[in-house]
């Protein structure tokens, strides 16, 4: 049986409004007619529309992977099953072997399948249908985001080492422990399918493990084995994680854990899990850190130094994104060596990951020489006996000094900036008049303009594999997601997870793959390299302009001809539209743009410097170190 589609996936998948279809019906004889639903939400074969709309010239050109997955998803049970389906199939043909009998649903895809192959090789293939799956969106909030998965990794020191995820999920935490060179990798994951999953990528890439499949509180699979890592992401609240049955295990190394405190359960687990001076690194809900039923765990961790640091993330890193998580580092401390005196408490709370997460291995990293290196406002190395009050709380905010060095000086400084840059706005606000009335023009899809030549498509990246990775790219910085949405200049930095080195000329403009809403930047300055999930598109400049070319990408109408069928916040860039001008108008036009963007950014930064005024005269007046001017003197 062919996967199905509704008219609003119909509507996106050919880039047009709910009513264009209905009209499509009405019109159309030869539309495909319903095949499930109801009369009110009707269901179609998906096959039979992609054919209908490509006869039609309605529909945009599609890679063989987007096409597949786009066939593949609603075929199995779930997304994740039909992954898992796929990659048996492709795990078979690496191995030189005849793959099990298929699904049903998998013949009519083969033929795809074949083709995917073809172009990137059964581990490839694999990947590129892995992209497309763990894309943002409702139903992946099992996912641990990579850039907090690479963050967990460096701070458990996983090269070369063995590495254990016993909430595995699909994996991600365990590729990224691959990607920074662990020689093993184990994990055991409650859901049979994502299990499935995590552990055909680790045999597509041939490295030593399995995952199984079961709860590893309840039956746990590497009882008696130990690891130089463990890394875990838990669920979150759970109720019934069978504390009444678990009352005396001997995995609850600093004492019974209570019933409503699920998270500290999973900290013993992975703390039992290790071996003698490793680390584990959880993801936490920051409740933890201060729950009164979890004082007497949390103080018993202090105690045998088994707890190193609680770290506080910013909002968004992960589901639930309106939350600011917490990261905690354990450690197996040796039977005869004594407690550590200080416990490391960080407060990156403000901010991204990206531009956050250096600090924070920064900050790790020194406390390991000294352990009383502080960063103020930040990082604090905390003497234990402190923590170990009435509360036991460790949420690192509540453990940071007020910094000093915000005075009434600064606050000046911030409030001057801000009314300059206010005076400038006026300026820099675009001046527009209504266009007479006329013909909309012809447009072409970026996919049309890179057959042309009018543009070189590039990207996105992948993440390296460990037998492909290149070496890392001589210390230049790299442009991120978070730096082309945030409109700043490159933060990151090449570790040797990019797939390819390539460097950004000026001219270039780039757009994030996965975004809230459709973005594009041109690259103003050259010495970086591109991120993962960045599209390049690098014009050619006899054909047109890039202010032109990025002003015409941004639209609404784009934003929704280039999303993802499944609504989430994924673009294909090949799909969207350039409307047809010669280059000098196109150049006239790019530079209406280009004030655009500076304008765009004069807001974003007054809006910046408005919330640190705001916060700066808080602080002074709250702590008496400026006055109101219509306080009496």
Not at 119 to 145: C, I, K, N, V
Not at 568 to 596: C, K, N, Y
């Amino acid at each position: 049986m062919n996967p199905t589609i509704t008219a609003a996936e119909i509507a996106r998948l050919a880039g047009v409004g709910r009513a264009a279809v209905s009209n499509w019906r009405k019109r159309h004889p030869d539309f495909p007619a319903p095949v499930g639903g109801t009369a009110a939400s009707p269901e179609f074969d998906l096959i039979q529309v992609e054919q209908w709309l490509r006869d039609q010239g309605k529909l945009a050109d599609q890679s063989t992977a987007d096409r597949l997955w786009r066939r593949l998803a609603p075929a199995g049970e779930s997304p994740a099953a039909a992954l898992a389906a796929v990659g048996a199939v492709l795990l078979a043909r690496q191995r030189g072997q005849r793959p099990r009998a298929l699904a049903p649903y998998l013949k009519p895809l083969l033929p795809d399948l074949d083709a995917l192959v073809d172009e990137h090789g059964p581990q490839g293939a694999f990947d590129e249908l892995w992209q497309r799956f763990s894309a943002p969106g409702p139903a992946r909030t099992f996912a641990t985001p990579d850039d907090l998965a690479d963050l967990m990794v460096a701070l458990a020191e996983v090269g070369g080492g063995t590495v254990l995820d016993p909430a595995t999920g699909s994996g991600a935490l365990l590729r990224a422990a691959v990607r920074a060179g662990c020689t093993t990798a184990y994990g055991q994951e409650l859901d049979e399918d994502l299990a499935r999953l995590a552990g055909l990528w680790l045999a597509l890439r041939e490295v030593p493990g399995e995952v199984q499949i079961g709860d590893s509180l309840r039956a746990d699979a590497f009882a008696g084995h130990s690891f130089d890592a463990v890394l875990c992401h838990p669920p979150f609240g759970a109720t019934n994680w069978g504390d009444e049955e678990l009352g005396h295990d001997p995995r609850w190394i600093v004492g019974t854990t209570p019933r409503t405190e699920p998270e500290l359960a999973w900290a013993q687990h992975a703390l039992a899990r290790l071996r003698t001076g490793g680390h584990a690194v959880l993801l936490m809900p920051p409740t933890v850190a201060s729950r009164r039923a979890g004082r007497r765990i949390r103080a018993e961790l202090l105690r045998r130094g088994a707890l190193r640091a609680v770290i506080a993330l910013p909002p968004g890193v992960a589901a639930p994104h309106g939350v600011p998580l917490h990261l905690w580092v354990l450690r197996r401390p040796a039977p005869d060596a004594p407690p550590p005196a200080r416990t490391l408490l960080v407060d990156a709370a403000e901010g991204d990951l990206a531009a956050t997460a250096p600090r924070i291995l920064a900050a790790w990293r020194a406390f390991h020489t000294d352990p009383e290196a502080e960063e103020p406002g930040f990082a604090r190395a905390v003497p234990v006996i402190e923590l170990l009050d009435e509360e036991v709380d460790l949420t690192p905010a509540r453990r940071q000094p007020a910094v000093e060095g915000r005075t009434a000086e600064h606050l000046v400084r911030t409030r001057d900036r801000l009314a300059a840059l206010v005076g400038d706005l006026s300026a820099l606000m675009p001046q527009v008049t209504p266009a007479p009335p006329g013909p909309e023009g012809e447009f072409l899809t970026v996919a049309e303009l890179a057959r042309s030549g009018a543009l070189h498509l590039i990207g996105p990246i992948r993440a390296a594999s460990t037998e492909t990775g290149e070496p890392a790219g001589e210390g230049l910085p790299v442009l991120t997601v978070s730096d082309v949405l945030a409109g700043e200049p490159p933060s990151g930095h090449d570790d040797g997870g990019l797939g390819q080195q390539i460097r950004l000329a000026v001219g270039d403009v780039v757009v994030p793959m996965v975004a809230r809403q459709l973005t594009a930047r041109v690259v103003t300055a050259e010495g970086a390299l591109l991120g993962r999930n960045l599209y390049l598109l690098r014009p050619n400049p006899a054909a047109l302009d890039p202010w032109f070319l990025a002003g015409q990408l941004r639209t609404t109408t784009n934003e929704r001809q280039a999303s993802s069928l499944s609504g989430t916040l994924r673009f294909d860039i090949r799909r969207a539209q350039v409307r047809r001008l010669p280059l000098e108008e196109q150049r006239a036009q790019g530079e209406a743009f280009r004030r655009l963007n500076a304008f765009e950014s004069a807001i974003r930064q007054a809006a910046t410097l408005g919330a640190e005024l705001v916060q700066l005269t808080a602080d002074g007046l709250a702590r008496g170190t400026i006055r109101s001017a219509d306080e009496p003197a």
